[in-house]
Nanobody, 115 residues
Framework: QVQLVESGGGLVQPGGSLRLSCAAS????????MAWYRQAPGKERELVAD???????NYADSVKGRFTISRDNAMNMMYLQMNSLKPEDTAVYYC?????????WGQGTQVTVSS
């Protein structure tokens, strides 16, 4: 199994930026894929972006051009750089790791975008 710990959330004004980090307890090269999800109040959890062990990325249409997912395999870290933030980006953001047929989740970090 793998333990995941998110950090970097907080309060930011519209148009601002945040960088989220996810620290994994094992070599992320052994993880099939990793992803960032988010869940806003009253909404279902949705995929924000994902990245394979080889570095291929995918983004939700709502964040394309604004968010960038990346990973540092040597440090067992995954990141989400969020730019041009909008109020609708407000949510709890979760780090996800997929190994074989199992999903593992971090505890989440709150991102609030408000003026």
């Amino acid at each position: 199994q793998v333990q995941l710990v998110e950090s970097g959330g907080g309060l930011v004004q519209p148009g601002g930026s945040l960088r989220l980090s996810c620290a994994a307890s094992r070599n992320i090269l052994l993880i099939t894929s990793m992803a960032w999800y988010r869940q806003a109040p009253g909404k279902e959890r949705e995929l924000v972006a994902d990245i394979t062990r080889g570095g291929a990325t995918n983004y939700a249409d709502s964040v394309k051009g604004r968010f960038t997912i990346s990973r540092d395999n040597a440090m067992n870290m995954m990141y989400l750089q969020m730019n041009s933030l909008k109020p609708e980006d407000t949510a709890v953001y979760y780090c996800n790791a997929y190994i074989t047929t199992n999903n593992y989740w971090g505890q989440g970090t709150q991102v609030t975008v408000s003026s």
